[in-house]
């Protein structure tokens, strides 16, 4: 019996070693595609400053209608500290948000998020 356990002792070993090798493996390809994810996303949501694009809309816009943050929060219904993280990209806005700002500075979600140039409005369905 003693020779069987000495035996499969390497067994064990080369198994472990082997699964340390995958796990390791299967690590590093993890946070290959998440760094490479998130180039993506600096890509799509960042503007040649370093600012995020969709943020900067929503600032501009404001700006753009003479509002201080404090009113544009008001309309939001949120806090001025929140709105202001808003516009500094520093924490995210709900849809809903930018659907009332959407409407508020009559133009569509996808110009303020950045998803194209045009500022008009979409043309209500019927």
Same mark, same amino acid.
């Not at 996303?41 to 040649?48: G, L, T």
């Not at 404001?62 to 990209?89: C, F, N, P, W």
């Not at 809903?96 to 998803?115: E, K």
């Given at each position: 019996?003693?020779?069987?356990?000495?035996?499969?002792?390497?067994?064990?070993?080369?198994?472990?070693?082997?699964? %340390? +090798? +995958?796990?390791?493996?299967? *690590?590093?390809? #993890?946070?290959?595609?998440?760094?490479?994810?998130?180039?993506? $996303?600096?890509?799509?949501? $960042?503007?040649? /400053?370093?600012?995020? *694009?969709?943020?900067?809309?929503?600032?501009?816009?404001?700006?753009?209608? %003479? !509002? /201080? *943050?404090?009113?544009?929060?008001? #309309?939001?219904?949120?806090?001025?500290?929140?709105? /202001?993280?808003?516009?500094?990209?520093?924490? &995210?806005?709900?849809?809903?948000?930018?659907?009332?700002?959407?409407?508020?500075? &009559?133009?569509?979600?996808?110009?303020? !998020?950045?998803?194209?140039?045009?500022?008009?409005?979409?043309?209500? %369905?019927?």
């Amino acid at each position: 019996m003693e020779s069987d356990a000495s035996e499969t002792a390497p067994i064990k070993r080369a198994y472990i070693f082997l699964y %340390g +090798i +995958i796990f390791i493996t299967s *690590q590093n390809i #993890l946070l290959s595609f998440i760094s490479k994810i998130r180039l993506i $996303y600096r890509e799509i949501c $960042y503007d040649a /400053s370093g600012v995020r *694009q969709m943020y900067s809309r929503i600032r501009d816009s404001r700006i753009d209608k %003479g !509002l /201080s *943050q404090k009113q544009v929060a008001e #309309l939001l219904g949120v806090s001025y500290k929140t709105y /202001s993280a808003y516009e500094k990209g520093k924490r &995210h806005i709900g849809a809903l948000q930018l659907i009332v700002l959407a409407n508020f500075y &009559h133009t569509s979600v996808d110009y303020l !998020l950045g998803r194209t140039d045009k500022k008009a409005p979409y043309p209500k %369905g019927k």
